[in-house]
């Protein structure tokens, strides 16, 4: 009898389990700008590859292969590219919140990473970026 108590416990306890993500699975990125004033728009490459613009109150969403990866905003002549490089494990999502920096000569488009909360949270009411790719 207690046999047949236990294999089902047993069987449950299994199917109750989330599996991990496999290797192959593309870990997602999501990079994100909130309103600013007179902001510009970035060019968003990822491994070398642009993949998408962002503009103030826009967002990015992004398959990203497992591994290493160099995620750049470039603009122009007159702006200082920024690259961030990230290790990308399948499955994940990861946030990275956009805040154009401007100097007296030159702008930057800063990349700053944020907790899936904190990303989440902020995202309300920012529209998606027209024409996201997939980085795979």
């Known amino acids: 009898m207690k046999a047949h108590v236990f294999l089902p416990a047993l ?3 299994r199917w109750a389990e989330v599996p991990p993500p496999l290797q192959d699975a593309p870990a997602h990125l999501v990079i994100y700008r909130q309103r600013e ?7 968003i490459r990822i491994n070398g590859q642009k993949l998408g613009v962002l503009l103030p109150n826009r967002y990015l969403q992004l398959d990203l292969p497992p591994g290493r990866v160099k995620v750049e905003s470039v603009r122009d002549y007159f702006s200082e590219k920024q690259t961030v490089q990230l290790e990308a494990q399948p499955g ?25 909360a904190q990303g989440q949270r902020e995202l309300q009411g920012i529209k998606p970026a027209p024409a996201s790719r997939s980085a795979r």
């Open 92 to 116: 994940r999502t990861y946030y990275f919140k956009a805040v154009e920096d401007i100097d007296f000569l030159t702008r930057t488009l800063l990349l700053a990473p944020v907790s899936e």
């Open 37 to 43: 004033f007179n902001g510009s728009a970035y060019a």
């Open 11 to 13: 069987l449950l306890g």
